[in-house]
């Protein structure tokens, strides 16, 4: 069982920078693969990025590639998400996630935070 709080969002005026944390209960953080999705207004939510259990490898949605960077600090059971160039359309409710079988899949784990809000403003 993991329970994940996403922490970080906010308002900015596009070209700006967040970083987005997700703060994991539990002892077997690092078996966990985690993930960041987002769901905008009136659209489904979708894949941001993945990263492994032990951090070293990553996959990103091709909106997000260049521009965000995900992490984790399993140390911390921390799982992190930087945003550059923040763009209006990446204005939705930012999730973090955790499980499932594999960085490479798009498909997300059993475990949800509730969210954190990011708007970017033009």
């Known amino acids: 069982q993991v329970q994940l709080v996403e922490s970080g969002g906010g308002l900015v005026q596009a070209g700006g920078s967040l970083r987005l944390s997700c703060a994991a209960s539990?002892?077997?953080?690092?078996?966990?693969?985690m993930g960041w999705y987002r769901q905008a207004p009136g659209k489904e939510r979708e894949f941001v990025a993945r990263?492994?259990?032990?951090?070293?490898?990553?996959r990103y949605a091709d909106p997000a590639k260049g521009r965000f960077t995900i992490s984790r600090d399993s140390a911390k059971n921390m799982a992190y998400l930087q945003m550059n160039s923040l763009k209006p359309e990446d204005t939705a409710i930012y999730y973090c996630?955790?499980?499932?079988?594999?960085?490479?899949?798009?498909?997300?784990?059993?475990?949800w935070g509730q969210g954190t809000q990011v708007t970017v403003s033009s």
């Open positions: 539990g002892r077997t953080f690092s078996n966990y693969v």
């Open positions: 996630n955790a499980g499932g079988a594999s960085y490479y899949l798009t498909t997300p784990g059993a475990y």
């Open positions: 990263i492994s259990g032990s951090g070293g490898s990553t």
